[in-house]
Structure formats: structure tokens, C-alpha cells
């Protein structure tokens, strides 16, 4: 608690839970307190473990846990992308997580080969767009949005966002370095804007007419559609989702997940923080809140989700994925993706 303590002012929001408790678990999450602290403290109640929650940009949280080293009392790092759950264990920041047990409860693709990250949920990213404008029938796999008659129409995120990077990551492993390349050149020539901004800044720019297609998670669009304001809700309801990828190699999806820090602890508690995320009540509470898909599969998604559709999901080694993140970088930059 002391190591915990002495940074407390550094990074984020801190949430001290129970100074008394004799159990804890530290956690340095990406997530936003409000996404992700209703669940821990559910743990609390449930284990009698104070939780003491760091939040921030996820990779300043790997550095800090680089720069930490062997003092740092971090025993959880949470993120919202496989790259970045394989980027702190390749820099030799994990330990193995105990996921013999867990294994049943979710698909073994979810989980690192060597059990240094898992899965929590799912997330897809699917093309959103303006319907009156986009013929679907023209638009049914995203290697469509390299051709011709879609330039000048098409919204995204910069190159330098972790979720793009694992998009073409992920069309790299699939189709090969040489296809992605020459997608990515003509691709960024369909680019309506300078990338800027967010995703739910992707789905308002098709709504104000500024594109017509987007790319963007399905979370975020789940999130404006059941938003308190009417005005972001009927926002949501101008655009439409389409499953790109349908008839052969899938939707793209990744995850959201955590790994045990090499220095954790509190490594006991870690544990049982992991297996509690992945518990049925707390996958439910993951889809009804967050809207994303709970990784095991008799828990029912959001209402919001389901009204998006059924879709096949890419079949991919996500290991991959945070394999060739580099190479995804590099080939972005190379096709002048901003």
C-alpha cells in the first residue's frame, strides 16, 4: 500500500477503497473510472479485497510500469486492445495468469498462448454509414473502400490510434503484407478529411454530411444510441451499421483484457480479480453497460447491440495482432495514413 500510495498523486484518478482492508489489489486500468469502478467495487463486496484504482492513457501506464520496475504496486493492468496487452508483455512487464480454470469459460483465442494476458470482452469494428447515400450492395467488404468511387467519402481515426493499428494488423495476418499494402495506398486516397478526432467524432461527421462512411467500434455507437440526450441519441439513429467481410474472413473484433504485472503484489488477489471479471454477473454487467460483447457466450448483449445485428467475427490468432503492430505502423506511414 505505501509504494501504492506514494503515486497516488502522479497518475489519474485514485480510488482508496478500504485503508483497513487486509487484502487489496492495485490496478492501473485504461479505462475510464466510470466504465470499469461499478464493477470493482462489486469485487470488493463479493471478496472482502480493497481495490485501489489508478486510471490513465494506457501507454503511459505500460511506461510507468517499465519505469516502476521491481517497486512498482501495480498488480493488474488493465487495457482496451490486445496490441497494448502485448506490448507490455513483450516488453517483459507479465506474469503467467492461472487460466486452466478459465479456459472453459471463454474461447482459448481470448487468451495469450503463454497465459500472459486474457480477454474480457469483445469488441467489433464494422463500418457505419449514412444510408441514404451508401448503396450497400456496393459495400460489403472493407477491402471496398479502396475503390474509386468512395473517395472523398470516408471517415477514420488517425494512424496513430492502437484500434486501426490492430484493424490492419489483422489484415496483414489475412491477406498478406503485399494486398494490405497496396489497400492502405488506395484507401487513404477515399479519405474525406485529415483523420482527426475520436470515433463517435467518426459517426457525427457522417451525420453532418461530412462523409459517408465511417469506421468505427460498435460500443461507441451503442453508447450515443442510449445516451440521457435526445439530441446524441437521434444522432445515433441517422447512421447504419454494415458487417463488412461477411462472406469470407469476418468482422474485425478485438478485446478489451488485463495482465498481471511481473512485480505484482498482491499476485493472489490479481487473480481472483481476473477470474471475478470473467464471472457471469460481471460479463452481464460488462454488456448491459459498456455494450460489448461478453466473451462467454451464454450471456446475453445489449438490446442496443443486437439491434446492429447479428454478424460474423474474424477468426484470428490476436497474438498476431500484437505481433505485427509494428508492421501495421510502418505500412500506415508508408501510405501517407496521417
Not at 486452466?100 to 469483445?122: E, H, M, R, S, V
Request: aromatic residues 8%; proline residues 3%; positive net charge.
Amino acid at each position: 500500500m505505501k509504494r501504492f500510495l506514494k503515486m497516488v498523486s502522479l497518475v489519474g484518478c485514485v480510488s482508496v477503497a478500504s485503508l483497513a482492508s487486509a487484502q487489496e489489489v492495485n490496478v492501473y486500468s485504461a479505462r475510464k473510472e466510470a466504465l470499469i469502478k461499478p464493477l470493482l467495487d462489486k469485487f470488493t463486496e463479493s471478496t472482502g479485497i480493497s481495490v485501489n484504482l489508478v486510471t490513465g492513457n494506457a501507454d503511459a501506464l505500460i511506461t510507468r510500469l517499465k519505469s516502476e520496475g521491481k517497486y512498482s504496486p501495480a498488480d493488474i493492468l488493465i487495457t482496451t486492445d490486445v496490441g497494448r496487452l502485448y506490448r507490455a508483455k513483450e516488453q517483459g512487464l507479465t506474469q503467467k495468469i492461472e487460466t486452466d480454470a478459465l479456459k472453459t469459460l471463454i474461447p482459448q483465442n481470448y487468451i495469450d498462448p503463454q497465459g500472459q494476458w486474457i480477454g474480457f470482452t469483445l469488441r467489433a469494428r464494422p463500418l457505419m454509414v449514412a444510408p441514404q447515400r451508401v448503396d450497400e450492395t456496393q459495400l460489403t467488404r472493407m477491402e471496398d473502400l479502396a475503390d474509386k468511387q468512395w473517395r472523398g467519402r470516408v471517415c477514420v481515426r488517425s494512424s496513430s490510434n492502437i484500434y486501426n493499428q490492430s484493424m490492419v494488423a489483422a489484415m496483414i495476418e489475412q491477406q498478406g503484407e503485399e494486398k494490405t499494402q497496396v489497400w492502405l495506398n488506395d484507401f487513404v486516397k477515399n479519405f474525406a478529411r485529415t483523420p482527426k478526432g475520436g470515433d463517435r467524432d467518426q459517426i457525427k461527421a457522417v451525420v453532418a454530411g461530412q462523409c459517408d462512411v465511417a469506421i468505427a467500434n460498435t460500443y461507441y455507437l451503442a453508447g450515443m444510441a442510449s445516451s440521457d440526450d435526445k439530441a446524441t441519441r437521434e444522432t445515433a439513429s441517422k447512421v447504419k451499421v454494415i458487417w463488412p467481410n461477411q462472406q469470407d474472413r469476418g468482422t474485425h473484433v478485438n478485446i478489451s483484457g488485463a495482465v498481471i504485472s511481473k512485480y505484482a503484489p498482491n499476485v493472489e488477489s490479481a487473480q481472483k480479480l481476473i477470474s471475478f471479471m470473467l464471472q457471469e454477473d460481471s460479463q452481464v454487467w460488462y454488456a448491459k453497460t459498456n455494450h460489448e460483447y461478453p466473451l462467454r457466450k451464454e450471456v446475453e448483449q445489449s438490446k442496443v447491440l443486437t439491434s446492429f445485428g447479428a454478424f460474423k467475427a474474424e477468426n484470428i490468432d490476436l497474438s498476431r495482432v500484437g505481433e505485427l503492430n509494428r508492421q501495421a505502423v510502418l505500412m500506415m506511414d508508408k501510405a501517407g495514413w496521417k
